[in-house]
């Protein structure tokens, strides 16, 4: 058995029409939606209603971390707009119509934080399925997928922002893993609570990987632990026990999926 699995897409629809090539399945992590482009900031969501030039200055303030500031300049680019949030859906719906068609079956798909996952069941068609909270068997090996980012403590939405990010607590994220029941595989976005997984050393920053599923690895000793999130950790394989945890890759610059094979 052969699977391809790809993880944090952010809109490159071409190459993930070729991710399936030679496989017998395709597994999506999720992050399909390309809303800030750090390589062209004329491309995503943002460069797309703003201009490279207004994005270029939301990343730089992004890289030297200036939080509030860079949070003040991103209100008042929507709130230039008339009605920021019928902009951002059009432009998302515009990506999932392009992205979906794109998937080749049978493709199982989970959402990243960086998508909307009320509109996915609109695009999932014919060999193409939408799994979050959910388990499935693939090659005689059971499946189970878990969507979504973990909410940072602190976090707070913004009244009538254009769009949310795909966020859990860690209890809410930790109840849909223990929804599964035991599985060969443990699909996620994001991944375990591992320093060497959650370092992005590029970034210079940890992202927040899942203690919740850190504990599912450690119990239930998975074959694998698959994920993305991290665009360039620190390391892109740990093993935790019997499990072999990856980093599928970030597959908008790299074109190339991750091969499972059994």
């Given at each position: 058995?052969?699977?391809?699995?790809?993880?944090?897409?952010?809109?490159?629809?071409?190459?993930?029409?070729?991710?399936?090539?030679?496989?017998?399945?395709?597994?999506?992590?999720?992050?399909?939606?390309?809303?800030?482009d750090y390589y062209d900031h004329g491309k995503g969501i943002l460069g797309r209603v703003f201009g490279a030039e207004k994005?270029?200055?939301?990343?730089?303030?992004?890289?030297?971390?200036?939080?509030?500031?860079?949070?003040?300049?991103?209100?008042?680019?929507?709130?230039?707009?008339?009605?920021?949030?019928?902009?951002?859906?059009?432009?998302?719906?515009?990506?999932?119509?392009?992205?979906?068609?794109?998937?080749?079956?049978?493709?199982?798909?989970?959402?990243?934080?960086?998508?909307?996952?009320?509109?996915?069941?609109?695009?999932?068609?014919?060999?193409?399925?939408?799994?979050?909270?959910?388990?499935?068997?693939?090659?005689?090996?059971?499946?189970?997928?878990?969507?979504?980012?973990?909410?940072?403590?602190?976090?707070?939405?913004?009244?009538?922002?254009?769009?949310?990010?795909?966020?859990?607590?860690?209890?809410?994220?930790?109840?849909?893993?223990?929804?599964?029941?035991?599985?060969?595989?443990?699909?996620?976005?994001?991944?375990?609570?591992?320093?060497?997984?959650?370092y992005d050393v590029v970034a210079r920053r940890p992202e927040l990987g899942s203690t919740s599923l850190l504990k599912v690895?450690?119990?239930?000793?998975?074959?694998?632990?698959?994920?993305?999130?991290?665009?360039?950790?620190?390391?892109?394989?740990?093993?935790?026990?019997?499990?072999?945890?990856?980093?599928?890759?970030?597959?908008?610059?790299?074109?190339?999926?991750?091969?499972?094979?059994?």
């Amino acid at each position: 058995m052969r699977v391809h699995v790809v993880s944090d897409v952010h809109g490159n629809a071409e190459a993930l029409a070729r991710a399936g090539d030679g496989a017998d399945a395709l597994v999506v992590l999720g992050d399909l939606v390309d809303f800030v482009d750090y390589y062209d900031h004329g491309k995503g969501i943002l460069g797309r209603v703003f201009g490279a030039e207004k994005v270029g200055v939301f990343a730089r303030m992004r890289r030297e971390r200036m939080s509030a500031e860079t949070a003040r300049y991103v209100r008042a680019l929507w709130d230039s707009l008339d009605d920021a949030a019928a902009v951002v859906r059009e432009a998302v719906l515009e990506q999932y119509a392009e992205l979906f068609s794109a998937m080749s079956a049978p493709t199982y798909a989970t959402p990243g934080n960086v998508d909307s996952p009320e509109l996915w069941p609109r695009f999932a068609h014919d060999g193409v399925h939408v799994l979050d909270g959910a388990s499935t068997v693939i090659g005689g090996l059971r499946f189970g997928f878990v969507g979504g980012a973990l909410l940072s403590k602190g976090f707070v939405r913004r009244p009538n922002a254009p769009w949310y990010p795909y966020l859990r607590t860690e209890e809410e994220f930790g109840a849909a893993l223990a929804g599964l029941g035991e599985v060969d595989v443990l699909c996620t976005h994001v991944p375990p609570a591992v320093a060497e997984l959650t370092y992005d050393v590029v970034a210079r920053r940890p992202e927040l990987g899942s203690t919740s599923l850190l504990k599912v690895i450690e119990r239930d000793r998975p074959r694998w632990s698959l994920f993305g999130h991290v665009h360039q950790p620190m390391a892109r394989r740990v093993r935790i026990g019997w499990t072999e945890c990856v980093n599928v890759g970030h597959f908008q610059r790299s074109g190339t999926p991750h091969v499972l094979r059994w």
